[in-house]
């Protein structure tokens, strides 16, 4: 894979057009692609970690198999790497199989919506309501969360509440707890 020095959003949509352009089950692309998430290089796991989110907000499940590498990695990431987390973090909610996957995955989530820097709050609320539709028993809890944060001060927050809150609502009725 690979990642220009500037990753601008052309950028982003390129790659997520040609990684979803390979025929499945794309192992060579995925394996890339860990392997930059992987990367001790911070802006080339930011960049790998966007892919990630792009292509599993595409084709949820895309990561399955590296579901557990996408949760262990957004717990060793720090705020020095704060888009990346919240890339991994978004990503990972869209690529959970297990409801150990969904239980461990959803206490990370938890904290991060506590972070101080707005951005992880919004991708925290935005990744805990992709998790909601997969696990019934977080339904409620997020359902709170997110019709609190239609009232935050912080735009960014009243945002990915008016955008995830009917996701959520939508699976309510799809698949009731």
Same mark, same amino acid.
């Given at each position: 894979?690979?990642?220009?020095?500037?990753?601008?959003?052309?950028?982003?949509?390129?790659?997520?057009?040609?990684?979803?352009?390979?025929?499945?089950?794309?192992?060579?692309?995925?394996?890339?692609?860990?392997?930059?998430?992987? @990367?001790?290089?911070?802006?080339?796991?930011?960049?790998?970690?966007?892919?990630? %989110? @792009? #292509?599993?907000?595409?084709?949820?499940?895309? /990561?399955?198999?590296?579901?557990?590498?996408?949760?262990?990695?957004?717990?060793?990431?720090?705020?020095?790497?704060?888009?990346?987390?919240?890339?991994?973090?978004?990503?990972?909610?869209? $690529?959970?199989?297990?409801?150990?996957?969904?239980?461990? /995955?959803?206490? /990370?989530? %938890?904290?991060?919506?506590?972070?101080?820097?707005?951005?992880?709050?919004?991708?925290?609320? +935005?990744?805990?309501? $992709?998790?909601?539709?997969?696990?019934? @028993?977080? %339904? +409620? +809890?997020?359902?709170?969360?997110?019709? $609190?944060? %239609?009232?935050?001060? #912080?735009?960014?927050?009243?945002?990915?509440?008016?955008?995830?809150?009917?996701? /959520?609502?939508?699976?309510?009725?799809?698949?009731?707890?």
């Amino acid at each position: 894979m690979w990642i220009p020095r500037g990753w601008k959003e052309a950028d982003s949509v390129a790659a997520t057009r040609d990684f979803l352009r390979r025929k499945p089950p794309r192992r060579a692309a995925t394996r890339d692609l860990v392997k930059e998430l992987l @990367s001790p290089e911070p802006s080339a796991r930011r960049c790998a970690a966007d892919l990630a %989110r @792009s #292509v599993s907000a595409r084709e949820p499940g895309v /990561l399955k198999n590296y579901a557990d590498v996408l949760i262990d990695l957004m717990s060793e990431l720090g705020d020095d790497q704060w888009q990346a987390h919240g890339y991994i973090a978004m990503a990972a909610a869209l $690529n959970t199989a297990t409801p150990a996957q969904r239980k461990r /995955l959803a206490g /990370l989530l %938890r904290a991060m919506a506590e972070a101080q820097r707005v951005g992880l709050r919004a991708m925290a609320l +935005e990744a805990l309501a $992709n998790l909601a539709v997969a696990d019934a @028993s977080l %339904r +409620e +809890e997020v359902l709170t969360l997110l019709e $609190n944060a %239609r009232g935050d001060p #912080v735009c960014a927050m009243r945002s990915r509440a008016r955008r995830m809150l009917p996701v /959520l609502l939508m699976a309510s009725e799809k698949r009731p707890g």
